[in-house]
């Protein structure tokens, strides 16, 4: 229903117009800033996650594709290139239809996280893998058709190089046991959340040779929006506080380190015929003279220099400063 206004408050707003054009004096907040301060909030989906756990998931998946490309590749023993594509916050039915039918589809449980992670490996990638496992080339089938039952079976090993890696990624953020709950080929035959419900789905890009294909997760987001004090901390930089604390308590670890020091007279140069001919009683003629400095040696490293000394009968040395470089 539209709201007439009244000649007062048309008034009002004419006056507040003019004055828009006015130097805000100090302590004043000017209109572009309190806008500035203003986010928008959809409530239609309040299950999306923020940006920063965004990037936070770009970080970790990433660092989960470098390991697995050395693991696939170590276990197929072929090259593997391993990718992260793109990380996008959409609904379970919309991450559905990205998916081929029938494909390799499976859910996934990262406890102690409550929840499923959906995870789907395309008919050309999961067809090459097996292949290169038989001793073929890494050739998919020209149609596509859904794994047999020896064939799902060959998938097991895949399956968990990517459980272990998953796991490994994930430990910056929270110590997680990945497994295996089921396994279909048809992605509507397996319900991993409701279709309504936020996921987000993180894309990878597989090649093996000329041929490969794509990986998905499926996180929910709830799932992630529970744990999202765990990313908070992963995020946070180190206070030099801490840093301080650290390095105090590693010298009173290393204070108790036993070093061996040895005094050293260098730069005498030596034939090997002299070496060899060199017996007990037989006199060195040295560069230096009495009186020199000697070297302390720290571990074999040169660190001061001194003379050696007799104190309190025994011999000592004495520093005089430090080694010159």
């Given at each position: 229903?539209?709201?007439?206004?009244?000649?007062?408050?048309?008034?009002?707003?004419?006056?507040?117009?003019?004055?828009?054009?006015?130097?805000?004096?100090?302590?004043?907040?000017?209109?572009?800033?309190?806008?500035?301060?203003?986010?928008?909030?959809?409530?239609?989906?309040?299950?999306?996650i923020s940006n920063d756990q965004i990037r936070s998931l770009h970080?970790?998946?990433?660092?989960?594709?470098?390991?697995?490309?050395?693991?696939?590749?170590?276990?197929?023993?072929?090259?593997?290139?391993?990718?992260?594509?793109?990380?996008?916050?959409?609904?379970?039915?919309?991450?559905?239809?990205?998916?081929?039918?029938?494909?390799?589809?499976?859910?996934?449980?990262?406890?102690?996280?409550?929840?499923?992670?959906?995870?789907?490996?395309?008919?050309?990638?999961?067809?090459?893998?097996?292949?290169?496992?038989?001793?073929?080339?890494?050739?998919?089938?020209?149609?596509?058709?859904?794994?047999?039952?020896?064939?799902?079976?060959?998938?097991?090993?895949?399956?968990?190089?990517?459980?272990?890696?998953?796991?490994?990624?994930?430990?910056?953020?929270?110590?997680?046991?990945?497994?295996?709950?089921?396994?279909?080929?048809?992605?509507?035959?397996?319900?991993?959340?409701?279709?309504?419900?936020?996921?987000?789905?993180?894309?990878?890009?597989?090649?093996?040779?000329?041929?490969?294909?794509?990986?998905?997760?499926?996180?929910?987001?709830?799932?992630?929006?529970?744990?999202?004090?765990?990313?908070?901390?992963?995020?946070?930089?180190?206070?030099?506080?801490?840093?301080?604390?650290?390095?105090?308590?590693?010298?009173?670890?290393?204070?108790?380190?036993?070093?061996?020091?040895?005094?050293?007279?260098?730069?005498?140069?030596?034939?090997?015929?002299?070496?060899?001919?060199?017996?007990?009683?037989?006199?060195?003629?040295?560069?230096?003279?009495?009186?020199?400095?000697?070297?302390?040696?720290?571990?074999?490293?040169?660190?001061?220099?001194?003379?050696?000394?007799?104190?309190?009968?025994?011999?000592?040395?004495?520093?005089?400063?430090?080694?010159?470089?």
């Open positions: 229903m539209e709201r007439i206004l009244s000649q007062d408050e048309i008034n009002a707003l004419f006056s507040s117009m003019s004055s828009e054009g006015q130097v805000p004096g100090p302590g004043t907040e000017t209109a572009a800033e309190s806008f500035a301060s203003v986010l928008p909030y959809d409530f239609c989906r309040s299950d999306r970080v970790l998946h990433s660092h989960f594709a470098r390991n697995f490309s050395t693991s696939l590749s170590a276990y197929l023993r072929s090259v593997a290139e391993v990718r992260l594509l793109a990380i996008d916050q959409i609904s379970y039915a919309e991450f559905l239809k990205r998916l081929s039918d029938p494909t390799y589809y499976g859910a996934l449980s990262l406890r102690p996280m409550i929840g499923s992670v959906a995870l789907e490996i395309s008919p050309t990638l999961a067809f090459s893998m097996i292949d290169i496992l038989l001793g073929g080339p890494g050739q998919p089938p020209a149609e596509n058709r859904a794994l047999t039952e020896i064939e799902t079976n060959i998938m097991d090993g895949i399956v968990k190089l990517i459980l272990r890696d998953l796991k490994e990624a994930w430990r910056p953020i929270l110590e997680v046991e990945p497994h295996l709950e089921a396994i279909e080929t048809k992605p509507q035959m397996l319900q991993v959340v409701a279709p309504g419900e936020a996921v987000v789905d993180v894309g990878f890009e597989i090649k093996l040779g000329e041929n490969g294909g794509a990986l998905h997760l499926g996180l929910p987001s709830m799932m992630l929006k529970v744990n999202r004090g765990k990313f908070d901390q992963y995020r946070q930089p180190r206070r030099a506080g801490s840093d301080d604390r650290e390095a105090h308590r590693v010298r009173g670890l290393l204070r108790n380190v036993p070093l061996t020091l040895t005094t050293e007279i260098r730069n005498r140069n030596l034939l090997i015929e002299d070496l060899l001919s060199i017996g007990a009683g037989d006199i060195m003629q040295l560069d230096q003279r009495v009186g020199d400095p000697v070297l302390l040696c720290v571990g074999g490293v040169a660190k001061f220099q001194g003379r050696i000394v007799v104190r309190r009968g025994k011999k000592a040395f004495e520093i005089i400063g430090p080694c010159e470089p």
